[in-house]
């Protein structure tokens, strides 16, 4: 009888860990596919991250260039001004004294 007992034993033993075996088999697999979507899903939002950074690089390129340009405008804009000021007193000084 001891005999019959030990046999079972076995036989639940290699059952069960053939089935833990499988089990941990398909874990493993299943976190190499997550870790593989992950990697996957990492490098592509990497790669529209680096995108974005060069377009946003081209685009403060090209308002820095306007900023420049306005600022050019405003300096002139500045000398007409203070030109037209000092022209419009010199007329009203001589419209005065005349």
Known sequence: M??????????????G???????????AMHKERDEDFIRHDCKDRISKLEALLTESSREKDELRKMVLDLTKQVAALNVKVEFLTKENDDLHKRKRTK
């Open 2 to 15: 001891e005999n019959v007992y030990s046999v079972l034993i076995a036989v639940v033993t290699v059952l």
């Open 17 to 27: 860990s053939a089935a833990a075996f499988r089990f941990y088999e398909k874990r």
